[in-house]
T-cell receptor
Framework: QQQVKQSPQSLIVQKGGISIINCAYENTAFDYFPWYQQFPGKGPALLIA?????SEKKEGRFTISFNKSAKQFSLHIMDSQPGDSATYFC????????????FGSGTQLTVLP | GAGVSQTPSNKVTEKGKYVELRCDPISGHTALYWYRQSLGQGPEFLIY????????DSGLPNDRFFAVRPEGSVSTLKIQRTERGDSAVYLC???????????FGNGTRLTVT
């Protein structure tokens, strides 16, 4: 059973544009929601994470928006750059920690120069 | 400092053989995690260690999979009687504590022929 559903599967954005990736979850016990960036041949790297006590968190060009009632959260990448081209994964876990992460299926982002 | 190191980076084995995959975590990290990532999918949790003990092995798919961390540092994931369906990238991650962010290695790509 897929507990974290991610969309779109792929996304193409022009340089300087906004990239938006969405995730929805089913398990209401989830209380930690990180986003990871993965380049080919590399392991995932943590970008930004949020807990359900806040509705938005911003770090540089990356923003997470969280809607607890809808059980949805999204990643916004402002001023997208070609170097942002990678696969992005949302994830969720319980216990307020990253002990056992459930990942989405990934979004392949391409930023055109 | 050095990140999480996984060896080998690639492993090709024949169906039915035994394989061992090694993970060297970041020095001082007490928690260690194994994930499996199939092509085009997000990582899937296998097991995590707190110190030397397996705190949660609920993600191991069957009894052919086993992992150890005898001295609380290096970990080995062992797969017996490999099957073609075991082909994937096996990712290791470590964290300072279970409430700290995960740092992933670049994985071992296992191919079972």
């Amino acid at each position: 059973q897929q507990q974290v559903k991610q969309s779109p599967q792929s996304l193409i954005v022009q340089k300087g544009g906004i990239s938006i990736i969405n995730c929805a979850y089913e398990n209401t016990a989830f209380d930690y929601f990180p986003w990871y960036q993965q380049f080919p041949g590399k392991g995932p790297a943590l970008l930004i994470a949020i807990r359900p006590d806040v509705s938005e968190k911003k770090e540089g060009r990356f923003t997470i928006s969280f809607n607890k009632s809808a059980k949805q959260f999204s990643l916004h990448i402002m001023d997208s750059q070609p170097g942002d081209s990678a696969t992005y994964f949302c994830a969720a876990s319980t216990g307020g920690s990253a002990r056992q992460l459930t990942f989405g299926s990934g979004t392949q982002l391409t930023v055109l120069p | 400092g050095a990140g999480v190191s996984q060896t080998p980076s690639n492993k090709v084995t024949e169906k039915g053989k035994y394989v061992e995959l090694r993970c060297d975590p970041i020095s001082g990290h007490t928690a260690l995690y194994w994930y499996r990532q199939s092509l085009g999918q997000g990582p899937e949790f296998l097991i995590y260690f707190q110190g030397t003990g397996a705190a949660d092995d609920s993600g191991l798919p069957n009894d052919r999979f086993f992992a150890v961390r005898p001295e609380g540092s290096v970990s080995t994931l062992k797969i017996q009687r490999t099957e073609r369906g075991d082909s994937a990238v096996y990712l290791c991650a470590s964290s300072f504590t279970t409430n700290s962010p995960l740092h992933f290695g670049n994985g071992t790509r296992l191919t079972v022929t």
